[in-house]
T-cell receptor, first 112, second 113 residues
Framework: KAGVTQTPRYLIKTRGQQVTLSCSPI?????VSWYQQTPGQGLQFLFEYFSETQRNKGNFPGRFSGRQFSNSRSEMNVSTLELGDSALYLC???????????FGEGSWLTVV | AQSVAQPEDQVNVAEGNPLTVKCTYS??????LFWYVQYPNRGLQFLLK??????LVKGSYGFEAEFNKSQTSFHLKKPSALVSDSALYFC???????????FGKGTRLHILP
């Protein structure tokens, strides 16, 4: 069974631009969550989706948004990029809410 | 609010010796507890979890963890460390009500040959 797939793996953006990251969960998994990982802040929870509905949300500004599609695939968007948004963005999926989550390899975002 | 603490930023262990990576948690009600490992430039890999039942949980790669409710701890252990165990280890907790999973800041484990 294929794991969680995240695209793109690496990208460089300029301050002020926006970016969209994509996540395809493990087949049959209906819950998708997103995390931001930085050396200084560790793993910070962004949001969690289940059946196309946002179920949980972390403490990030409104520039960070996400959505989930009917096939459980998810995207997250960051608008008006700042240098501090440079991070590894990790997507994880699970069969249902409250279950073990399984991570993808992440998308490395560098903002210059 | 739930939280998880990993008191050691780094742990150094000689190869062949037992290792322990510490984790304490705070959560309302009964917790779901997890350990994950991250190798350089990779995502996190699931190692093991505690939901209910036996306090000693066995996981991947020979790792195990002991749930201690009175001390609110969930320490990761391995009887004999390998150099290949060197990585970043994360403890995580989830409220039984289904709240988001919260991760500790991670502990870097160095196994010395």
């Amino acid at each position: 069974k294929a794991g969680v797939t995240q695209t793109p793996r690496y990208l460089i953006k300029t301050r002020g631009q926006q970016v969209t990251l994509s996540c395809s969960p493990i087949s049959g998994h209906r819950s998708v969550s997103w995390y931001q990982q930085t050396p200084g802040q560790g793993l910070q929870f962004l949001f969690e989706y289940f059946s196309e509905t946002q179920r949980n949300k972390g403490n990030f500004p409104g520039r960070f948004s996400g959505r989930q599609f009917s096939n459980s695939r998810s995207e997250m968007n960051v608008s008006t990029l700042e240098l501090g948004d440079s991070a590894l963005y990790l997507c994880a999926s699970s069969p249902t809410l409250g279950n073990t989550i399984y991570f993808g390899e992440g998308s490395w975002l560098t903002v210059v | 609010a739930q939280s998880v603490a990993q008191p050691e930023d780094q742990v150094n262990v000689a190869e062949g010796n037992p290792l322990t990576v510490k984790c304490t948690y705070s959560v309302s009600g009964n917790p779901y507890l997890f350990w994950y490992v991250q190798y350089p430039n990779r995502g996190l890999q699931f190692l093991l979890k505690y939901i209910t039942g036996d306090n000693l949980v066995k996981g991947s790669y020979g790792f195990e963890a002991e749930f201690n409710k009175s001390q609110t701890s969930f320490h990761l252990k391995k009887p004999s460390a390998l150099v290949s165990d060197s990585a970043l280890y994360f403890c995580a907790v989830r409220d039984i009500r289904g709240d988001k999973i919260i991760f500790g800041k991670g502990t870097r484990l160095h196994i010395l040959p």
